[in-house]
């Protein structure tokens, strides 16, 4: 049984509750945006600071963990009051006391002052050990949940590890992918820590007058092996982390570092990156793995989200491209309306791009007027859970084949990828089965639509793995082949618009700008070198010489056909022209191990350029943001406040 400390107040009566609720979906119907954290006014209570999410409630128990033992305590960090943490119609609200006071990114302190600050705010954390139940590891909570640390894919582990022992398989598995040899392999003890991996200076409140310090985010905030409070100062590539490490006496350790390996393979794992592995550290099939247990708020929160997404697309092509290169950080209509409407005039640069492109990246416009209707009721009309869990439809309509439908933000850029190889593969006998594409469009929502292909993968079709290697091998041979036929303007993606190239190689799979060309790209991987932990420094070179890649060689992206022996290439959203090393990259560094059976069988070995590339990735993952490393598409630094127009500069044209 967690003793009190962990209890959340619930000072709060139901009325109180409802009034909160009720405001927040006020600002929501109003201001069309998802509000993260508001502040409110209730008759006879002091302005309360609300913050609203799935993960409130796990946070609010660790907030009020360490606000029990401040209060005991007269060198301790001031900490804002927990008054209640709930759930209702839908959401997760985390209700504290709002303190107003500048973080320590506005305050007017000297840099080593703010140093200090923090670091004695976290110095208190970390001795506040002894009172955390032995029971505990991991996340600080009255209830389970999976620990928030920066090592971790998404910043989240894929489960909640029970022991070091359960943590030490889970890593040791993630090594046993990472390429190279030979392989590594850690111990963890029982010797645990607190840690914080975001300590970031929006994350603490300084009063200058009194000189006290306020931590006010709880989220990342647990007990883990020591080497884990190590990493969190000096592997997440925060140097203000760093630096209050170095104030503390705290020193970069050989286990922290290595564990940066094993990050950066977790962070370019497909889905959650849990290695089959249960909250033990042992082996775990696919049938026994249980659904998310917050389904439902999620897909309360997609449902809402979604139609936003579309009504941004809608107001101006510009703001279209740049949502989708900030598509989780950005949430609100009106603000990018007002900020980007006058700032560059977009519509007549799209039309210029669009007769710039090889006829064959334009994509086809087969369908009526009524025919997108159909679609788009029919997408409507599918129940949110569905729409949830899936990001494609079927629909028939009247005098067509079967269709095949995707929805989301990436669809026009894919479509355009797609009809290109397609095109080709018309030509070409020895070519690959391509889905022919019908048309892509906006309305609200994004669509691409293509033709139903009533055939099974590669993954559920009964022919044996090494038949399955060489299905997807022969399609993968003739797709690198086409190079000669990319316009030589490409750099990226395949497309008939600029967008952001997706390559397992960067954070969440996304380049954060349209890169112009190799030397770009070699100063931003360069720049991450020199961000990495360890001496010496590395640094590449790319030269001009580019292949063709596909970074996600699954065998749920082909379908086969066992009576005439033909696969189909039927996913295009990772595929485009970079240096070579990363189409190397793509078969030996994403930790997949068909991507490599396939590499080997067409005669391709991993490179040392490759492997040097998994370093500048796993600091990538870790990083917070966009990852932009503060470059703009041509690699060259953007001048603090600048952001906005680099932004827009990071947009433009291919030329």
């Given at each position: 049984?967690l003793?009190?400390?962990?209890t959340?107040p619930?000072?709060l009566s ?9 405001y927040?979906?006020?600002i929501v119907e109003?201001?069309n ?5 508001f502040?409110?006014?209730l008759?006879?209570r002091?302005?309360f ?10 946070e609010?128990?660790?907030q009020?963990f360490?606000?029990?033992?401040a209060q005991?305590?007269?060198s301790?960090p001031?900490i804002?009051k927990?008054y209640?943490?709930?759930r209702q119609?839908g959401?997760c ?7 107003e006071l ?5 305050c007017?302190?000297?840099?080593d ?8 705010a976290?110095?208190?954390?970390f001795?506040?050990l002894?009172?955390?139940?032995t029971s ?5 909570s009255?209830?389970?949940?999976c620990?928030r640390h920066?090592?971790?894919?998404d ?7 029970a022991n ?6 889970y890593?040791?598995k ?7 040899k030979?392989k590594?392999?850690v111990?963890f ?5 607190i840690?914080?991996?975001?300590i970031h200076?929006d ?8 000189g ?7 989220q990342?905030?647990?007990v883990?092996p020591e080497?884990f ?9 925060n140097d203000?982390a ?6 503390l006496?705290?020193?970069p350790?050989?286990i922290?570092d ?9 962070k ?6 849990s ?12 049938r026994d793995?249980?659904?998310?247990s917050?389904?439902?708020e999620y897909?309360?929160?997609?449902d809402?989200?979604?139609p936003?997404?579309?009504?941004i697309l809608?107001?101006?092509?510009d ?5 989708r ?20 005039e977009?519509?007549?640069?799209i039309h210029?791009i669009?007769?710039?492109?090889d006829?064959?990246?334009?994509i086809?416009?087969e369908?009526t007027?009524?025919e ?7 997408f ?5 859970e569905e729409r949830?869990n ?8 009247e005098?067509?084949?079967t269709?095949f ?14 009809f ?6 018309q030509?070409?006998e ?19 639509v293509?033709?139903k292909?009533?055939l099974?993968t ?6 044996s793995e ?8 022969s399609a993968v ?5 086409q190079l000669p ?6 750099f990226?993606r395949i ?8 390559h ?5 799979h996304e380049?954060p700008?349209?890169?112009?060309h190799a ?5 931003y ?5 020199s961000?990495?932990p360890g001496?010496?420094?590395?640094t ?5 010489e580019?292949?063709i890649?596909?970074?996600?060689i ?5 379908l ?7 696969t189909w290439?039927?996913?295009f ?5 970079l240096?070579e090393?990363?189409q190397t990259?793509a078969f ?8 490599a ?8 070995q ?5 492997n ?7 600091l990538?993952q870790?990083m917070g943001?966009g990852?932009?490393l503060n ?5 060259e ?10 932004v ?8």
């Amino acid at each position: 049984m967690l003793p009190s400390l962990l209890t959340v107040p619930n000072e709060l009566s139901q009325t109180e509750r409802e009034r909160i609720v009720e405001y927040y979906e006020n600002i929501v119907e109003k201001k069309n945006f998802y509000a993260k954290y508001f502040d409110i006014d209730l008759e006879g209570r002091p302005t309360f600071f609300v913050k609203h999410g799935l993960d409130g409630l796990v946070e609010a128990s660790t907030q009020s963990f360490f606000y029990n033992l401040a209060q005991k305590d007269e060198s301790a960090p001031r900490i804002p009051k927990v008054y209640d943490a709930f759930r209702q119609n839908g959401h997760c609200f985390f209700v504290m006391e709002k303190i107003e006071l500048p973080t320590l990114s506005t305050c007017e302190i000297s840099e080593d002052d703010a140093v200090k600050s923090v670091a004695s705010a976290i110095e208190w954390l970390f001795a506040q050990l002894p009172s955390v139940p032995t029971s505990i590891f991991g996340r600080i909570s009255s209830e389970p949940s999976c620990a928030r640390h920066e090592f971790f894919k998404d910043q989240e582990a894929p489960v909640c590890f029970a022991n070091s022992d359960a943590l030490t398989k889970y890593v040791n598995k993630a090594f046993s992918r990472c390429p190279g040899k030979p392989k590594r392999t850690v111990s963890f003890s029982d010797e645990l820590a607190i840690y914080h991996s975001d300590i970031h200076k929006d994350n603490f409140l300084h009063d200058i007058k009194t000189g006290k310090t306020w931590i006010i985010d709880f989220q990342h905030i647990g007990v883990f092996p020591e080497p884990f409070q190590t990493y969190s100062l000096f592997n997440t590539g925060n140097d203000f982390a760093t630096s209050v490490g170095k104030h503390l006496g705290h020193q970069p350790s050989d286990i922290a570092d290595l564990l940066t390996f094993a990050g950066g393979l977790l962070k370019i794992t497909a889905e959650n990156a849990s290695l089959k592995l249960d909250r033990f550290g042992e082996p775990i099939s696919e049938r026994d793995v249980e659904p998310f247990s917050n389904r439902d708020e999620y897909i309360e929160l997609y449902d809402r989200i979604e139609p936003h997404k579309g009504a941004i697309l809608t107001i101006n092509p510009d703001i279209s491209t740049f949502i989708r290169l900030t598509t989780y950080y950005l949430t609100t209509v009106v603000i990018f309306q007002q900020a980007f409407s006058s700032v560059i005039e977009v519509a007549p640069v799209i039309h210029h791009i669009h007769h710039m492109c090889d006829p064959l990246l334009t994509i086809p416009n087969e369908l009526t007027q009524t025919e997108r209707e159909r679609i788009v009721e029919h997408f409507k009309n599918i129940p949110r859970e569905e729409r949830f869990n899936t990001n494609h439809f079927d629909i028939d309509l009247e005098g067509r084949p079967t269709f095949f439908v995707k929805h989301g933000l990436d669809v026009l850029d894919e479509a355009s990828t797609q009809f290109f190889f397609y095109t080709l593969a018309q030509k070409d006998e020895s070519a690959p089965r391509i889905p022919k594409v019908y048309g892509a469009f906006q309305d609200s929502y994004l669509f691409f639509v293509m033709e139903k292909i009533e055939l099974p993968t590669l993954s559920t079709c009964e022919i044996s793995e090494d038949d399955r290697v060489k299905s997807a091998a022969s399609a993968v041979k003739w797709l690198l082949a086409q190079l000669p036929s990319v316009p030589t303007s490409i750099f990226g993606r395949i497309s008939s618009e600029p967008s952001c190239v997706r390559h397992h190689f960067f954070k969440d799979h996304e380049a954060p700008v349209c890169f112009a060309h190799a030397d770009a790209l070699t100063k931003y991987v360069n720049k991450a070198f020199s961000r990495c932990p360890g001496k010496p420094k590395r640094t590449v070179s790319f030269s001009d010489e580019l292949a063709i890649f596909h970074s996600d060689i699954r065998k749920d992206n082909f379908l086969h056909d066992i009576k005439t022996g033909e696969t189909w290439i039927v996913d295009f959203q990772d595929i485009g022209v970079l240096p070579e090393p990363f189409q190397t990259y793509a078969f030996f560094n994403t930790g997949n191990r068909f991507a490599a059976a396939v590499g080997r069988h067409l005669g391709y070995q991993p490179s040392d350029i490759a492997n040097l590339l998994t370093y500048a990735s796993g600091l990538l993952q870790i990083m917070g943001g966009g990852a932009t490393l503060n470059l703009d598409r041509f690699g060259e630094p953007i001048p603090k406040g600048n952001v906005e127009s680099s932004v827009v500069q990071n947009i433009g044209t291919r030329t």
